[in-house]
T-cell receptor, first 112, second 113 residues
Framework: KQEVTQIPAALSVPEGENLVLNCSFT??????LQWFRQDPGKGLTSLLL?????REQTSGRLNASLDKSSGRSTLYIAASQPGDSATYLC???????????FGAGTRLFVKA | DVKVTQSSRYLVKRTGEKVFLECVQD?????MFWYRQDPGLGLRLIYF???????EKGDIPEGYSVSREKKERFSLILESASTNQTSMYLC????????????FGPGTRLTVT
């Protein structure tokens, strides 16, 4: 059974710092992996999607990497800003499955 | 822009009440999902629908039912609300050709007292 774990559960950094959020999954037979952002009391917004055949995806200051063999993904945020404060969730879709499995998220706070 | 709307942002109900949560999407998506989100547990799939009148159970369907009479609308029903169903409920939709690209609604925070 696929399990997705995100560490740390919460992170507080000063503005301008580069940071890495971690995601690990137990079953490497994934179709894709997504990173989402969730603002307090809101729904999820997709940030980056990495297909199983890809190693990384970039969007602006965000870079997500995928290492299927080790069951890990990282989300790198460059030059963090207070507006980046949110919860970041990692989710995987298994090959041949229809259920997206979500991690519990990392709550990020960027201090001005 | 894809828009997924949910009927209420906040809802307070009493134990034993029948509760309806409505979700509407405007992009003609075939797939619709209901999740609940609890601290430390992430999102868990309650039910999934891939077409009108079609449904599949997710990981935690107990205590819930769903209805999809029209393509754009997916309803989650709590037959007899209980305090352990206090949670954030999120609806999502996606197209058949891009199943994984789920678009989420803003969520309904349900409190059962």
């Amino acid at each position: 059974k696929q399990e997705v774990t995100q560490i740390p559960a919460a992170l507080s950094v000063p503005e301008g710092e580069n940071l890495v959020l971690n995601c690990s999954f137990t079953d490497s037979a994934i179709y894709n992996l997504q990173w989402f952002r969730q603002d307090p009391g809101k729904g999820l917004t997709s940030l980056l999607l990495i297909q199983s055949s890809q190693r990384e995806q970039t969007s602006g200051r965000l870079n997500a990497s995928l290492d299927k063999s080790s069951g890990r993904s990282t989300l790198y945020i460059a030059a963090s800003q207070p507006g980046d404060s949110a919860t970041y969730l990692c989710a995987v879709l298994n090959t041949g499955g229809f259920k997206t499995i979500f991690g519990a998220g990392t709550r990020l706070f960027v201090k001005a | 822009d894809v828009k997924v709307t949910q009927s209420s942002r906040y809802l307070v109900k009493r134990t034993g009440e029948k509760v309806f949560l409505e979700c509407v999407q405007d992009m003609d998506h075939e797939n619709m999902f209901w999740y609940r989100q609890d601290p430390g547990l992430g999102l868990r799939l309650i039910y999934f629908s891939y077409d009108v009148k079609m449904k599949e159970k997710g990981d935690i369907p107990e205590g819930y039912s769903v209805s999809r009479e029209k393509k754009e609308r997916f309803s989650l029903i709590l037959e007899s609300a209980s305090t352990n169903q206090t949670s954030m409920y999120l609806c999502a939709s996606s197209s058949r050709t891009a199943y994984h690209e789920q678009y989420f609604g803003p969520g309904t925070r349900l409190t059962v007292t």
